[in-house]
């Protein structure tokens, strides 16, 4: 049976939806020392999925700097919190590999916030909003490419939270972790669909 996915999906059916978290362990980095041995671990993965987190700003013309920068494995996802440790030797080689492909969700805005806190040249990085496009996907959010594909709902909810506070509670932890972790979950059953062929594309959620 082949699965349907649209190229525009309806935003009401959302919240019907179960929703979905990520399963596996957070680790929150907090030192440079602890950023060499994550990285260490990371690029020992085969693929990663990778999203960052900026204090919202309510007042106009004010930006805050990227705060977390969070990267996953199918198991384990490292909380790098940036405005505690910056941008150490660990992050640069991670976001300058070649050898790991490391997706993410326009991705480009995401390396822009992070070029504001350090020079890099970025390595293998891939935009699933690149490749959804050449299925005939026009709905590019995470939640609604994630209820698209799987029919569960990704939580928003922690999305405007303050990333910059002393600690971060389970809540937003866990919302950060599961941004980065869907990123892999779409990308390999958009390839795997891709090889395949077994989908159906519809124009539009009714």
Known sequence: MKKILYSQYNKKLIPTLPRVLFPGRMVVVVSAAGAEKAVDYLLSQPILGVDTETRPSFKKGHQYTVALLQVASHDVCFLFRLNH???????????????????????HDDLSSLHRRADFKPGHFIDLQDHMRELGIEDLSLQKLYANFFGQRISKREQLTNWERDILDDHQKLYAATDAWACIMLYEELTSLKQSGNYELRIKED
């Open 85 to 107: 440790i910056g941008m150490p030797p660990a992050i640069i080689r991670l976001l300058e590999d070649t050898t790991v492909p490391k997706v993410g969700l326009s991705w």
